[in-house]
Nanobody
Framework: DVQLQACGGGLVQAGGSLRLSCEAS????????MGWFRQVPGKEREGISC????????YYRDSVKGRFTISSDNAKNTVYLQMNSLKPGDTAVYYC???????????????WGQGTLVTVSS
């Protein structure tokens, strides 16, 4: 069974940093892409970054570009999201997801982690 286990969320002050991790199992890691999404109540889940696990190509939404970095450790079947210079507007539940290729939309991803809450205080 495909499983994605996300962790690393928490409470941080504006300007601070957090690193999210998503450990995957049940599939050949290098064959897929992984994305990070976030969601706040009343809004759609938003794709913010994604990475091709075969070649490491990474993509970012403008809202996080320059502040967030996505990376993967293929030996550990784990994807990370390093989040720096956090803002109150980054407060959301963050999800990792597996897709066949990189993409921005939730329906492009087949499997999802359970979500981890990030709260940025002002």
């Amino acid at each position: 069974d495909v499983q994605l286990q996300a962790c690393g969320g928490g409470l941080v002050q504006a300007g601070g940093s957090l690193r999210l991790s998503c450990e995957a199992s049940g599939f050949t890691f290098d064959d897929y892409a992984m994305g990070w999404f976030r969601q706040v109540p009343g809004k759609e889940r938003e794709g913010i970054s994604c990475i091709s696990l075969s070649d490491g190509k990474a993509y970012y939404r403008d809202s996080v570009k320059g502040r967030f970095t996505i990376s993967s450790d293929n030996a550990k079947n784990t994807v990370y999201l390093q989040m720096n210079s956090l803002k109150p507007g980054d407060t959301a539940v963050y999800y990792c997801a597996r897709g066949r290729t990189t993409g921005w939309y939730a329906d492009e991803y087949e499997y999802w982690g359970q979500g981890t809450l990030v709260t940025v205080s002002s």
